[in-house]
């Protein structure tokens, strides 16, 4: 897991620190967003009502859905073939 590098106690960041953690910044709101899109369907976020078993074929449903909203190349289907 990564983490921005925090500012010394009395002290400040280079400027490459600076860039490093605006870099990690942009990364970081990307993955946010993705999230963000796959909460809007509510299936991570409340209890889910239906067949157990079907759980997981929804939500990649759900992440297939959203990688195909913002152009994501779409994975094939064969080497996530659910039983």
């Known amino acids: 897991m ?3 590098i925090k500012t010394p106690r009395n002290g400040k960041l280079t400027i490459d620190q600076k860039k490093e953690n605006k870099e990690f910044s942009c990364k970081r709101v990307f993955v ?6 796959v909460k809007i369907f509510r299936v991570v976020q409340e209890r889910f009502r239906l067949n157990p078993k079907k759980y997981e074929q929804v939500i990649l ?3 297939g ?11 094939p ?3 996530y073939a659910i039983a």
């Open 2 to 4: 990564d983490t921005p």
């Open 32 to 37: 946010e967003h993705r999230i963000r899109s």
């Open 61 to 63: 449903t759900i992440c």
């Open 65 to 75: 859905v959203v990688r195909l909203r913002i152009g994501a190349l779409v994975l």
């Open 77 to 79: 289907v064969e080497k």
